[in-house]
């Protein structure tokens, strides 16, 4: 249709509707109703049929109840546009406010309040007051949204006339439901946003939580609609209960909506759930296993995009407790339907549920996603493997999964394998032969990732003594130096032929020189640099050179996590939200600030209109506490990809990453100026009984800035120890009586935490990770022996002994450690309790 | 494509533009599933979308929410429009728009879902259905509306209004299973579970109250229900006790774990050598399930590397989309003379030597009349009605993601 002649037919109606106008001819209102569609499906379609604004008006004298509703749809959509016009219409929609239909009252009112025109607020008032009086609950509920309405449209009308007084009245005492959720739903949203500029507003919103309140909200609970009920349990999840035998009363009114066909009140209820027992260790953690069936079925039987968000939720709570839900391994098996989204979160569920008993399985599982056709998730999927890899001990089966890969001959499996292999010698130095045998097949052309050359080249350094080519392959490597591309390789090659060099020097020093020339020509500085610093220290003697680009490693115990623990705890405290989907805290991304600018289609409300959008969290009395938020995160961020597009735009961050550094090189030990801000905030954090003070902190301080050689006489800050120490029971036994206590810990577990503290398995598992070995452990009370050994001391002396007893109801950890030399006790006491805080968030 | 704004803040039109090329990047299938998860963020709004019958719904947002409230309501939106429409796709709603509008505004209101129950919904506004339609033809306009406000809006039973009249009082039950089952490349079968659900279809006058038994409630292992259904009855006595809604609806779904076998066996063979790779696919019963297993379908998604195939079946049809590269073997109904047997070659690209990526095959079938969990309904009791009621039950399993790995 063309311009002209959609003109023609706007002409057309506009004279068919003004001979309706005043017509009272029989059937005339079948006409109009043929028009008014007309109209209806231009204004869908997108043509501006703001042109017959009048007629329409002029023909809405009707009692047609669907003309009616389209002349206010249509009057709806262009009022705003046309405040002038719009005022024709307050007459006749005033008039159907007082209609003898309840339905024609409600609809009048809805459209009434709907039209949001600033200078026809005062038409509103009277009506929206005697809709909220209304004896029928239908225009009453449509009254109550109509106050929210209202109060976007003109605030101060809004609160002037004591609006959020009458709706808390009909909140609490109104016969209709529907009307006491509509109240509670215009309640929130204005008092959440009054509550930026006026404290007594605060304290109603506060007020809304009120015992009195809830109560009465939950004895009715079952005569809400559902989407009421959503409401009403965000509403009680933020309530804390007095005692708890009230906890368990409200978890037992709302027990059966786990049941719920709706999957919205099944999250909103488990959020309801975990709230309530977060300061319950014992009931938090039945309360998984309550919740477990219901998202299970929920996460496959639902439709596909309930099914995504029911696994975004899963997989937060599965991250937390992952031992809870070992069991169900198999639901996190991909289908070969799910799109890749969705079966990354499998993988990685798959990946954190692992333990002895299914490892087999899972590793199998993934195997087969290995030969998967989509690249990114078979690369996922051995990534998977590695990280399962370095969770566990059964290294027979991961290595033929190895072997089964490289058999594959495809280059990105090849790629992500060798990765995977160089991770688990840098943890696992003791299955440098099995690993090896397996690398040694490898032929060093099929390689063509910058990430996995490197890792091939690092390990052809440090295990040039096992294969027995090494020194050929690297001079392979060396040769083809200028067609190199990546920094990463050429600096990886240059470290590794020096070590090679110090384990193999006759065939290898050749190779030395040349790499040595080709790095010292190369135009990355960093290259340049190191193989400058590599000449000098092998001029000056190769026993220091040795001492320092080959020093004997310590394995490494633990990889960097990719988002910190505190993010994730403020990511479940708004658990069923877009925040768990996003995987974000919604701070991140609820900011305007941070946002690139955008253009809002948005003309004269939004200056009034602004506050509404950000969420409920948005009290001003927050915005501190979340901007130490974020600096805090800020630096943990850098080495996380995972989270870092939420950071830019805090100008501020690079300071605090200061401030923390000189916060970790002067203090290491005693409490640092950050931990009162970490105390501060809305997560639960382990109230801390630090209880030792640093040995010398310049010392540390030179340990940062590399002045310190690597072989330093002093012991590290964090106490290195033994990864495998050995004390045999009758030992333990003797020096336990010997020693006396050295000091004592106190460590309160969090929630979470105790939610996989479901024998003393667990925690032995997470200590070994931590070079702490379990001597003995009992399941009720939970007891535990452990013990440590310094990681350079002699053979039986340097051991640190530890008796641990937790009380499963608070989660209180109580600790008496002894040691051989007990001036060491408070540096291994604070690793003890770093590592015990760390259990539990991996 | 068709809007509803409920805030003051307009939402431009331009984020469905956004979203289009997001969901369906420019050289994909256009009609294919979109390629982005049902929640994202655009540089301006939060979208929550689905996709129902080729039909998008798409939910936008600047403030943090409940995404499964979103997403519900929106599936709720596509059922009731469906209901309403008896189907739905793009000539439907471009031809109610007003309708459409209407149910809008009764759904939600300031961004708050209000009623979505059909039967509500209906009381408010008439569906277009013929006889509403006949009936404004010959009285010559009267309104298709019904002016009265719902009675149920406020009853008791939110659910069901009050004074529904049938001449013929008649109930029915669906029991529909779905098989999920993997089977893994050393032919074992690593999951299977069923996913049923309580279909009903109730034609009942007044207030009936319903116990519905099954024989053996035990194997469920989780179940979700209607609101109408009374937990602590199920609780208690394993039975479902409710007042049904009027017309269709779902009264339960439910989750049985650990099936030890699925009815078919499919046993594919593939070797490799110097670009070909020979094919051998037999399908068999494994286990009878006492009914005939209809519709069997086999679906074989050849990687791209793959680029011709010659495959022939002993019984059915074959076909082999060179596009997609999905070779498709319409089986049917096992015949009982002999076990069907898919043979042949696919050949792969110039320089392969042989399969790098193996295709997962995916079986599909029907079988009428058994749940294959073996849940049986035991009988419908009803309560607090004078009349005679047709009962009918009903059972059908089928399996649409039943994967064989090779």
């Given at each position: 249709m063309n311009a002209d002649n959609r003109k023609g037919e706007l002409a057309e109606l506009k004279g068919q509707l003004r001979q309706l106008a005043g017509s009272r001819a029989p059937g005339v209102e079948d006409l109009k109703r043929e028009l008014y569609k007309k109209v209806i499906s231009y204004l869908t379609v997108g043509i501006d049929v703001s042109s017959l604004f009048s007629e329409m008006v002029m023909c809405s004298a009707t009692s047609d109840l669907v003309l009616k509703k389209m002349c206010y749809l249509y009057v709806g959509n262009y009022a705003r546009g046309y405040p002038e016009l719009a005022l024709l219409t307050i007459n006749f929609l005033q008039k159907d406010c007082q209609d003898d239909d309840p339905m024609i009252r409600g609809l009048a009112l809805r459209s009434l309040c709907s039209l949001r025109v600033k200078n026809l607020v005062e038409y509103l008032v009277g009506p929206l007051q005697r809709g909220l009086k209304d004896s029928n609950g239908y225009v009453r509920s449509v009254a109550a949204i109509g106050v929210l309405k209202l109060y976007h449209i003109a605030p101060s009308s809004c609160t002037d006339n004591d609006f959020p007084v009458t709706l808390k009245a009909l909140l609490l005492h109104d016969s209709d439901p529907q009307v006491v959720a509509n109240c509670l739903c215009s309640l929130l949203e204005i008092l959440s946003i009054e509550g930026n500029v006026s404290e007594a507003a605060l304290r109603e919103k506060e007020s809304l939580l009120h015992r009195n309140v809830i109560l009465s909200l939950l004895n009715r609970f079952k005569e809400f609609s559902e989407w009421a009920q959503c409401l009403v349990l965000e509403v009680v999840s933020k309530y804390v209960p007095e005692d708890a035998q009230e906890t368990h009363d409200m978890m037992d009114v709302l027990d059966d909506r786990l049941q719920h066909a709706n999957s919205a009140v099944v999250l909103a209820t488990i959020k309801v759930f975990l709230h309530l027992t977060m300061s319950m260790a014992d009931v938090h953690q039945k309360v998984y296993e309550r919740i477990k069936a219901p998202l299970l079925t929920l996460v496959s039987s639902g439709s596909a995009e309930q099914s995504y968000a029911v696994l975004s939720h899963l997989h937060l709570l599965v991250m937390r407790a992952p031992m809870l839900f070992a069991s169900d391994y198999k639901h996190f098996y991909c289908r070969y339907s799910d799109p890749s989204y969705v079966k990354k979160l499998k993988l990685e569920m798959l990946t954190a549920v692992a333990n002895e008993s299914n490892t087999y399985e899972i590793v199998t599982e993934l195997s087969e996603y290995a030969a998967n056709v989509d690249v990114a998730i078979a690369r996922e999927s051995i990534r998977a493997v590695g990280k399962i890899a370095l969770q566990q001990y059964d290294v027979n089966a991961i290595v033929d999964r190895l072997l089964q890969f490289l058999e594959m001959e495809k280059d990105y499996v090849t790629a992500e394998t060798l990765v995977l292999v160089k991770d688990l010698l840098r943890k696992y130095p003791q299955w440098s032969h099995d690993c090896i045998a397996v690398v040694g097949?490898?032929?060093?052309?099929s390689v063509t990732e910058p990430k996995a050359k490197a890792a091939l080249v690092w390990m052809l350094g440090e295990y040039a003594y096992d294969m027995s080519d090494a020194p050929y392959v690297l001079e392979g490597f060396v040769q083809s130096w200028a067609e190199e591309d990546f920094a990463e390789v050429r600096l990886e090659l240059l470290t590794a032929v020096a070590k090679c060099f110090f384990k193999r020097p006759p065939e290898t020093v050749q190779i030395l020189g040349a790499a040595l020339s080709f790095g010292f020509a190369d135009a990355n500085q960093d290259v340049h640099d190191r193989a400058l610093l590599y000449y000098r220290l092998l001029q000056h003697s190769v026993e220091v050179a040795e001492r320092v680009i080959n020093p004997p490693k310590q394995a490494v115990s633990v990889f960097a996590g990719d988002q910190s623990s505190e993010i994730k705890d403020r990511i479940f405290d708004e658990f069923n939200s877009l925040a768990v989907v996003y995987r974000q805290p919604s701070y991140m991304f609820l900011d305007k600030d941070q946002r690139s600018p955008f253009a809002f289609s948005e003309d004269t409300g939004s200056s009034i209109?602004?506050?509404?959008?950000?969420?409920?969290?948005?009290?001003p009395s927050d915005i501190d506490a979340r901007d130490n938020d974020l600096l805090l995160s800020a630096h943990e961020k850098e080495d996380s990809r995972a989270v870092s597009n939420g950071s830019h735009g805090y100008s501020s961050s690079k300071f605090h990453t200061l401030q923390e550094f000189t916060d970790s090189a002067f203090a290491p030990r005693s409490p640092s100026p950050t931990q009162p801000i970490r105390n501060a905030r809305a997560t639960p954090l382990p109230p801390a009984a630090v209880s030792s003070t640093a040995a010398s902190p310049l010392l540390a301080v030179d340990d940062l800035l590399g002045l310190g050689p690597s072989a330093s006489a002093e012991p590290f800050p964090p106490l290195k120890l033994n990864p495998k120490p050995v004390l045999d029971p009758a030992s333990f036994k003797r020096k336990w009586g010997q020693l006396t206590v050295a000091l004592t810990l106190e460590y309160t577990f969090p929630a979470q935490a105790m939610v996989g503290l479901t024998g003393p398995q667990p925690l032995v598992r997470h200590m070994q990770t931590n070079s702490v070995q379990c001597m003995a452990s009992g399941n009720a009370p939970l007891k535990f022996f452990f013990f440590a050994q310094l990681a350079d001391a002699p053979a039986n002396t340097g051991f640190f002994l530890v008796e641990l007893v937790v009380t499963t109801s608070s989660g209180l950890a109580s600790a008496k450690i002894k040691a051989d030399d007990s001036s060491l006790a408070p540096a291994f006491a604070d690793s003890l309790q770093s590592a015990l805080s760390k259990f539990g968030s991996l | 494509m068709l809007e509803k704004q409920w805030m003051g803040q307009q939402v431009d039109r331009s984020i469905c533009t956004w979203f289009w090329t997001q969901a369906h990047p420019p050289g994909h299938d256009e009609f294919g599933p979109p390629r982005v998860p049902a929640v994202i963020a655009s540089p301006t709004y939060y979208l929550i979308s689905i996709v129902r019958e080729g039909v998008t719904f798409l939910a936008c947002t600047l403030s943090e929410m409940q995404p499964l409230l979103g997403i519900e309501f929106l599936c709720r939106v596509a059922d009731v429009l469906a209901e309403y429409f008896g189907g739905l796709n793009e000539d439907l709603i471009k031809d109610n728009y007003v309708l459409v509008y209407q149910l809008l505004d009764e759904m939600m209101d300031s961004g708050f879902p209000l009623t979505t129950e059909p039967s509500i919904l209906k009381e408010m506004i008439a569906p277009p259905n013929f006889v509403s339609r006949v009936l404004s033809v010959v009285t010559g306009g009267s309104s298709s509306m019904s002016s009265t406000l719902p009675t149920a809006a406020s009853s008791n039973v939110p659910w069901r209004a009050l004074g529904i009249k049938h001449t013929n009082n008649e109930i029915y039950f669906d029991l529909v299973e779905e098989v999920d089952a993997i089977v893994n490349k050393d032919g074992f079968l690593v999951k299977c579970q069923v996913y049923g659900e309580v279909q009903g279809n109730s034609r009942l006058s007044g207030m009936p109250d319903l116990t519905l038994n099954f024989t053996?409630?035990?194997?469920?292992s989780d179940v979700r229900f209607h609101p109408c259904v009374r937990y602590q009855d199920w609780e208690a006595r394993q039975h479902l006790k409710f007042i049904p809604p009027d017309g269709q609806f779902k009264l339960m779904s439910y989750r049985v774990k650990g099936l030890e076998n699925t009815p078919l066996y499919v046993k594919p063979q593939l070797s490799c050598s110097e670009g070909v790779v020979r094919v051998n696919i037999l399908v068999g019963i494994r286990i009878d399930p006492g009914r005939t297993i209809e519709n069997i379908v086999v679906d074989v998604p050849w990687p791209p590397t793959v680029t011709t195939a010659e495959l022939t079946a002993n019984h059915g049809t074959v076909l082999f989309n060179s596009s997609t590269k999905v070779c498709t073997w319409t089986i049917g109904r096992i015949p009982k003379d002999k076990s069907p047997c898919l043979t042949g070659s696919v050949n792969l690209e110039a320089g392969l030597d042989r399969l790098h990526e193996f295709p997962t095959i995916l079986v599909g079938f029907k079988i009428m009349g058994v749940a294959l969990s073996g849940l049986k309904v035991d009988k419908l009791e009803y309560d607090n009605i004078a009349y005679r009621v047709y009962k009918g039950f009903r059972a059908v399993t089928k399996a649409t993601c039943y994967e064989i790995r090779t």
């Open positions: 097949n490898v032929s060093s052309k209109i602004g506050p509404q959008s950000p969420g409920r969290e948005d009290l | 053996n409630p035990s194997i469920i």
